[in-house]
């Protein structure tokens, strides 16, 4: 049974840092590209960042570069996302996924709320 389960998201002062978890199981991971995707209230999905499967290439959204950085332990089959600057606009639910060919998985999601 294939499981994204994403932890560390909670409430933050604009400028706090959150690093973010998604722990897999059920598939190959490191045969996965995996990535970060968030939902703001009222908007659509945004593709957040990805890496490939073995970690040694990235890509952020325009808006989190140089403040986002997504990493992977292929060895605990785990997906980080380390945010740092934290802002009001980055307020959404953040969900890992994994792709490969024509698969596709992924979680529910973590709620991060930037707020003072």
């Known amino acids: 049974q294939v499981q994204l389960v994403e932890s560390g998201g909670g409430l933050v002062q604009p400028g706090d840092s959150l690093r973010l978890s998604c722990a897999a199981s059920?598939?190959?991971?490191?045969?996965?590209?995996m990535g970060w995707t968030r939902q703001a209230p009222g908007k659509g999905l945004e593709w957040v960042a990805g890496i490939n499967s073995n970690g040694d290439s990235t890509g952020y959204t325009d808006s989190v570069k140089g403040r986002f950085t997504i990493s992977r332990d292929n060895n605990k089959n785990t997906l980080y996302l380390q945010m740092n600057s934290l802002k009001p606009e980055d307020t959404a639910v953040y969900s890992c996924?994994?792709?490969?060919?024509?698969?596709?998985?992924w979680g529910q999601g973590t709620q991060v709320t930037v707020s003072s």
């Open positions: 059920g598939f190959t991971f490191n045969y996965y590209t």
């Open positions: 996924n994994a792709a490969r060919l024509w698969l596709d998985y």
